[in-house]
Nanobody, 115 residues
Framework: QVQLVESGGGLVQAGGSLRLSCAAS????????MGWYRQVPGKQRELVAT???????NYADSVKGRFTISGDSAKNRVYLQMNSLRPEDTAVYYC?????????WGQGTQVTVSS
């Protein structure tokens, strides 16, 4: 059973930075894209950023210019550098690997930004 293991969440003051990491416990092949999503209680999970196997990136408008996604699909690793964090960025962040066969999800890591 492949697992995605996330790390890097925590508590930070507004304006601060965090770097999230996600790695697969075993090799996953044919990944089309990887991404980060976030969810707050009572709301739907929302897209934060994605990166294709070719390196093309996409961001939610709310994080453009502040967050940077990077990764290596062949090595099954994805990162999210989060700068200029705001209280509204507080959420559980999930990594996602989308392969031709199925989606894989991490267990989630809590990010809390205090004002």
């Amino acid at each position: 059973q492949v697992q995605l293991v996330e790390s890097g969440g925590g508590l930070v003051q507004a304006g601060g930075s965090l770097r999230l990491s996600c790695a697969a416990s075993r090799s996953i092949f044919s990944i089309n894209y990887m991404g980060w999503y976030r969810q707050v209680p009572g709301k739907q999970r929302e897209l934060v950023a994605t990166i294709t196997s070719g390196g093309r990136t996409n961001y939610a408008d709310s994080v453009k210019g502040r967050f940077t996604i990077s990764g290596d699909s062949a090595k099954n690793r994805v990162y999210l550098q989060m700068n200029s964090l705001r209280p509204e960025d507080t959420a559980v962040y999930y990594c996602n690997f989308h392969s031709i066969l199925r989606d894989y999800w991490g267990q989630g890591t809590q990010v809390t930004v205090s004002s």
